[in-house]
Each structure stands twice: as C-alpha cells, then as structure tokens.
C-alpha cells in the first residue's frame, strides 16, 4: 500500500481481554517502531524491528505486552490481561533506515489502533 | 535520556496571522530536532528536521524552525496560517551518535485551532 496501514482502527476490549492489533509497513521498508501514545500526552517508545529482529523492546510497559514481525514485514503488538492503564492508542512506524539522523531519512506514521479497556 | 517540553497545549489563533509555538529540550547528549503534524484521524507527518549547519530550518508547508542551542530550544513559526493548519504539533528529539538514535522522544503536542 502507499502508506503504513493498522487495524482494527478501534478495539474495545473487557479487563482481561487478550488484544491483537496488527500493522502492515510500507513494502521494502526494514525498520518498524511501535509507540504508545495516552490521551493529552505525546508518543512514547514501545519497540523497534530491524527487519524481523526485534532489537529493542526497552519500552514494553510489562510483560503482558508482546510485539512480533515473524517475516520482517507485517508486525503485530498482542496485550495480554488487558488493563485500564492500557488504553491508548498504539502507532505503529516504518523506515528505511533506523537511524533518525539521514537527510533523506523519514518515518512513516500510521493512523494508529485506539484501544479503550473497560 | 532526553525529555521534551512543549509550553503551550492549545493555540488559538485567527487565520492569516502568525503563529509560534514552543519547545524545549534537555539531553545529555546532542540531539537531533524534529517538528511532527497530526492532521485529525491521520498518522503523524514530519514538518521539519534539524540535524546540523544553518540553525534556521525550513519545512513544508511554510514552516520554519530555529535551533537555539544555548536555550534548548526549538520554536516551530509560520508567519500567516490557514485554516487547513489546524492540528496537533509535537516537538520531538533523538540522540546523535548512540546506538539508539533511532529512538524519538515526544513532547507532549500542542494542539493549534486556525479561526476564520
């Protein structure tokens, strides 16, 4: 596709709920960043791919949280036990580089999973 | 570790007239500076960046930044806004030269509303 696509665009999950929210990168692109980004506040770091290597997951809240790109392109974030504190929504980015510090270099952003646990 | 303060969270300001918005950075180490859009219910999208030379950075949309190093500061300016300008800003940062500058740190958004 042209762009980074995620889905669902909203889940609703019950406390306790497993949640599987999926992001598809723009083809060719070897990087891909998960963030968390809770209502009124900015993106926070959850984890980075280089290709289907999961190189950093230094964010990941607790180890209910678990992210995945078994073939170095489609990527998923799963939740388990899901809590309150949870609710967010999840964006998911790709590049082709990792580093941030390229003149050509950008990420791409997609429009993000809105996540609200009850 | 790098934190980011954006000083205001909503600016309201009349269309045709200027708009800047505020950030500040700390680090311990240097930093990269970017400017990031989020138009609603899309992804968000680079304005501009500054990674090093001419302190005074251009981006899309008629956008400009200036770094200033000795205040941590990265203001985001546009001299006369549109409507279509109206969305939510996040200042961001990532260190130079780590083995983690791939890793983005966000401020916290400034959300502008352009009336007419």
């Known amino acids: 596709g042209a762009g980074v696509s995620q889905s669902p665009r909203y889940k609703v999950a019950k406390r306790g709920q497993d949640v599987a929210l999926r992001c598809d990168p723009i083809?060719?692109?070897?990087?891909l960043f998960w963030y968390q980004q809770a209502l009124g506040q900015g993106p926070e770091f959850l984890t980075y791919f280089q290709n289907e290597a999961q190189l950093d997951k230094s964010g990941l809240p607790s180890d209910r949280f678990f992210a995945e790109r078994p073939e170095g392109s489609v990527s998923t974030l799963k939740i388990q036990r899901t809590q309150q504190e949870d609710s967010a929504v999840y964006l998911c980015?790709?590049?082709?580089?990792?580093?941030?510090?390229?003149?050509?270099?950008?990420?791409?952003f997609g429009s993000g999973t809105q996540l609200s646990v009850l | 570790a790098q934190s980011v303060t954006q000083l205001d969270s909503q600016v309201p300001v009349f269309e045709e007239a200027p708009v800047e918005l505020r950030c500040n950075y700390s680090s311990s180490v240097s930093v990269y500076l970017f400017w990031y859009v989020q138009y609603p219910n899309q992804g968000l999208q680079l304005l501009l960046k500054?990674?090093?030379?001419?302190?005074l950075v251009k981006g899309i949309n008629g956008f400009e930044a200036e770094f200033n190093k000795s205040q941590t500061s990265f203001h985001l300016r546009k001299p006369s806004v549109h409507i279509s300008d109206t969305a939510e800003y996040f200042c961001a940062v990532s260190p130079i030269l780590s083995t983690n500058d791939y890793k983005l740190s966000f401020g916290a958004g400034t959300t502008v509303t352009v009336r007419a």
């Open positions: 980015a790709s590049s082709l580089d990792n580093s941030q510090g390229g003149e050509g270099e950008k990420l791409f």
């Open positions: 083809s060719g692109h070897v990087s």
């Open positions: 500054y990674l090093s030379g001419s302190t």
